[in-house]
């Protein structure tokens, strides 16, 4: 029997990609930003790539293969919650969640209600208000109240859709970033990052008929379970603990953008 017949037809087989490099998160400037907002060290990027057609109704199918595949076992990256140092999952996944998130937005255009709104003002600087706590996060500006409040008058400059979105939902973990995060008094550095992570993870074509550029990424947020219980992107559940699985099922690429709530590398 050939070596080929014994691949159980329609399964997803993964190579880990160590040569892919993710810029928006190396670079000089991005990397004093995310010390800041005590995330790094803690936020990291890895690239997969697979060999069927991906079908987003298989998503979980697609998942769970990706968890229990040889070359992503030694390879996927995740923060012990003991020892604060990364290492692999030393264990058996039995079931996984793998929730859909909405990626349309193309443009940054998609916050410029921050402004409209006096959330932040024409000159970029976030607009204060009196600390209030919502927890774990000190709310001391409009900007996280907006993102975090629910019954502050003005949540709704976000719709429910519009929160939702992978680019809000990028956005929003930056500026709430890690436990001990210095906040920026202006609006521009939580935008850029936002922007450069963004187009560093999600692929885009020019659709041929409508010439019209396109997303062809589909984005999930994925969490897997062992016999005790959760046990990726970690055994704590925390709003700042997340994996994003990003699929290219043109290139039949995966990106995986992981962060673990905690406090970042300071050196």
Known sequence: ?????????GAYYFRFLPQKTFQSLSSQEITSRLRQWSMLGRIKAQAFGF???????????????????PNVIPNLKLLSDSSGQWITLGTEV????????PCTQLSMSFFHRLYDEDIVRDNGHIVKCLDSFCDPFLISDE??????????EKYEVFGQPDREEFLFCLFKHLCLGGALCQYEDVINPYLETT????????????????????????????????????????????????????VDPIKRHLHVLYHCYGVGDMS
């Open 143 to 152: 900007l996280r109240r907006v993102l975090l409040v629910e019954d502050s």
């Open 195 to 246: 922007k450069l992570i963004y187009k560093d993870l999600v692929s885009v074509r020019k659709n041929p008929q409508t010439k019209k550029i396109q997303i062809t990424s589909f984005v999930f947020k994925v969490s897997a379970y062992d016999s005790a219980g959760m046990c990726y992107p970690s055994t704590k559940n925390h709003e700042q603990t997340f994996s994003y699985f990003i």
């Open 94 to 101: 039995k079931k996984i969640e793998a929730i859909n998130v």
């Open 51 to 69: 060999d069927q057609t991906f079908q987003a109704y298989r998503k979980d199918d697609f998942v769970m293969a990706f968890f229990k595949d």
């Open 1 to 9: 029997m050939a070596a080929g017949e014994l691949r159980d037809l």
